[in-house]
């Protein structure tokens, strides 16, 4: 479960139960025959047209929802939040090379639905038929904190029964330059399914969890690591030793009006 340490922006009571999790490793050149397969495990199968479109991030991203929700009976009243890392970046670098050649004629409006920040949610919400929040969140390195912000938040005020959180990225970038040569690319995606614990069942620790520091308020700062996906990736399984992320956030500046 999740455990909020910091005395600023919880009491420390609330904790969040994992009910499933999933980590997914692709070459570049397989996504292609997963955007296939994936199919007809959704609830609600998306049409060929949304399938041939739809960025790498988000095909990683389905297939990570249904391994972490897979002994979920019912995700109507969810929600889903994925921080893909730079979403559309390989598809977007290629139209700027088209727009050059033809203008706006060489472009599919296609980008624009499929490539943005919220895309890889939206997506989800209609396959998995999910009617609570969907967001994008972060969509840069190290911003892989902001998903979690916007879950808690989601969680605490009773925006969805459960969360699907969703990290998305390729392990190494890739530029411009080398556009054409991206079959060895590797994607990576991490998904928790959690909910908020009951207050009744704060003690009954099922799991050992992550333990989420928010700036400075990490308990013991030399065993504390950085959110990231590459991180995300550490924890076992099984999830039988406990991780404390730090977060730094100074984000929360921005949603705090300057007369505060």
Known sequence: MFKIVSEEISSGNTSYQILGSSKFTVLNSEIAKLRTEINPSLPNPLTT??????????????????????????????????????????RVSGAFEKFKLESA???????????????????ISL?????????????????EG??????????ENNFAEGLILIWTGYREEFSNCNLDSTNSQILE??????????????????????????????KNPAFVAPLSLENLFQ????????WTFQIAINVLADFIPASI
Not at 105 to 123: A, R, T
Not at 192 to 214: P, Y
């Open 49 to 90: 047209s949304i399938l041939k479109y739809l960025d790498d991030q988000t095909v990683i991203a389905l297939q990570c929802t249904h391994e972490a929700t897979k002994d979920i009976k019912n995700l109507a009243n969810w929600g889903v939040i994925v921080s893909p890392k730079h979403p559309g970046r390989k």
């Open 105 to 123: 004629w060489g472009i599919s409006p296609h980008l624009v639905p499929v490539d943005s920040l919220h895309s890889p949610s939206g997506i």
């Open 127 to 143: 396959a998995y038929q999910i009617n609570g929040i969907n967001l994008g969140a972060g969509g840069f390195a190290g911003m």
């Open 146 to 155: 902001h998903a979690l912000l916007a879950g808690f938040t989601s969680l």
């Open 189 to 218: 995606g991490y998904a928790l399914a959690i909910t908020k614990q009951k207050s009744a069942d704060t003690n009954k620790r099922t799991r050992a969890g992550l333990n989420i520091s928010w700036n400075k308020n990490a």
């Open 235 to 242: 924890i076992p399984d099984n999830f039988q030793t406990d």
